[in-house]
């Protein structure tokens, strides 16, 4: 079955450096996203992205954050200045259509921000 | 707002004891409520959707159900390779032109013991 590639699986920075994580999606789908998990905390929605540009960022996805698909097949989440409280599991998923029919996740990349 | 609230928040169980885990939601509107398997150190994997109430899927030991208020995931006889996190996951209306996102909850920790 396809997979979601996400690298590096591990990042330690230091706080007040800018960290990038990557990710490449399933070659055919359209949809792309990020969701982090802080440890022992729910999933939660960052960022979606559709034909190159933003469809919808949550609350903590702010003027730090900021995501793109630099050629065909990866996508990246860039922290401008990490802070203590990024440190969480990011994890990159894809989808094909619009629908959530099957939402497929990478198996992450876990930030430690020291 | 928006919630999702699984219970219980962990579940042993004997290899052969069946059992169901709740996802019960509040959403402005539901467009689809999707459960997700993840193993330690690992990405949500997709198990079911479900889009209206009294629909019901299965997948050999699993059986997903759905109301207007609450989800069941039903495990029949489980063994202990069904050890992991159960995630349930709304996506709620409106579907205004962007691609919705998932709201988690924070997962049942099922440990199936031989």
């Known amino acids: 079955e396809p997979e979601v590639t996400q690298t590096p699986s591990h990042q330690v920075t230091q706080m007040g450096q800018e960290v990038i994580l990557r990710c490449v999606p399933i070659?055919?789908?359209?949809?792309f996203y990020w969701y982090r998990q802080i440890l022992g905390q729910k999933v939660e929605f960052l960022v979606s992205f559709y034909n190159n540009e933003i469809s919808e960022k949550s609350e903590i996805f702010d003027d730090q954050f900021s995501v793109e698909r630099p050629d065909g097949s990866n996508f990246t989440l860039k922290i401008r200045s990490t802070k203590l409280e990024d440190s969480a599991m990011y994890f990159c998923?894809?989808?094909?259509?619009?629908?959530?029919?099957?939402?497929?996740f990478g198996s992450g990349t876990q930030l430690s921000v020291l | 707002e928006d919630q999702v609230t699984q219970s219980p928040e962990a579940l042993r169980l004997q290899e052969g004891e069946s059992s169901s885990l709740n996802c019960s939601y509040t959403?402005?509107?539901?467009?689809?409520l999707f459960w997700y398997r993840q193993d330690p150190g690992k990405g949500p994997e997709f198990l079911f959707t479900?889009?209206?109430a009294g629909e019901e899927k299965e997948k050999e030991r699993l059986k997903a159900t759905l109301t207007k208020k609450e989800s069941f995931l039903h495990i029949t006889a489980p063994k202990p390779e069904d050890s992991a996190t159960y995630l349930c996951?709304?996506?709620?209306?409106?579907?205004?032109?962007?691609?919705?996102?998932?709201?988690f909850g924070a997962g049942t920790r099922l440990a199936v013991h031989p």
């Open positions: 959403v402005s509107g539901l467009r689809g």
């Open positions: 998923a894809s989808s094909l259509g619009r629908r959530y029919e099957k939402l497929f």
């Open positions: 996951a709304v996506q709620a209306q409106p579907f205004s032109g962007g691609y919705n996102k998932l709201i």
């Open positions: 070659s055919n789908h359209l949809y």
């Open positions: 479900l889009y209206s």
